[in-house]
């Protein structure tokens, strides 16, 4: 899988939009970017994933660019419960194989003020 | 909504005892997994599950073992837990369809303290 680098730490006013950056300048063109968060002492929790095209949920929206060499995930309107690790992570489908666990690295403290 | 469970958020054995991590999901999912979590490490994958009685070894599987008898629930198990094994457990699932994405869904974790 891809490596990916992002921002050690950020912090955000409560109620304004939060956008974390993810650069993944290795990517593989059939490698989805995915987006993961960790509040403290809880398990990660799935955001979003994409491969080309932008992409819209209930909790967040993910913009990746043309090049597909970096992303950005965007809380439109970010409150306290927010602040908490977010991982970026690059992987290929599912290929039918064995064990595939995945691997976080440090992410980003998004930490929201209030 | 996807949900995964694990039987205890906080769990206080001594040094060889024998330990039951559950994990119970509610998505008919066929992957399962169990990972711990320690600061500095990351996330490190213990044992896989792609179906049920079927079991992969993940990275760091000594000292564990994994029971799968039934495709919603996945076990870990500590046979004679050990000081090194204080951590947080982590369980997680996924579809397994070739070529689709593999989003895991987690649970909310296990604390293990080995006194």
Known sequence: ?114 | DVKVTQSSRYLVKRTGEKVFLECVQDMDHENMFWYRQDPGLGLRLIYFSYDVKMKEKGDIPEGYSVSREKKERFSLILESASTNQTSMYLCASSWRQPTSTDTQYFGPGTRLTVL
């Open chain 1, 1 to 114: 899988d891809a490596k990916t680098t992002q921002p050690t730490s950020m912090d955000c006013a409560e109620g304004r939009a939060a956008n974390l950056p993810c650069n993944h300048s290795t990517i593989s063109g059939n490698e989805y970017v995915y987006w993961y968060r960790q509040i403290h002492s809880q398990g990660p929790q799935y955001i979003i994933h994409g491969l080309k095209n932008n992409e819209t949920n209930e909790m967040a929206s993910l913009i990746i660019t043309e090049d597909r060499k970096s992303s950005t995930l965007i809380l439109p309107h970010a409150t306290l419960r927010d602040t908490a690790v977010y991982y970026c992570i690059v992987r290929a489908p599912y290929s039918g194989g064995g064990a595939d666990g995945l691997t976080f690295g440090k992410g980003t403290h998004l930490i929201i003020q209030p």
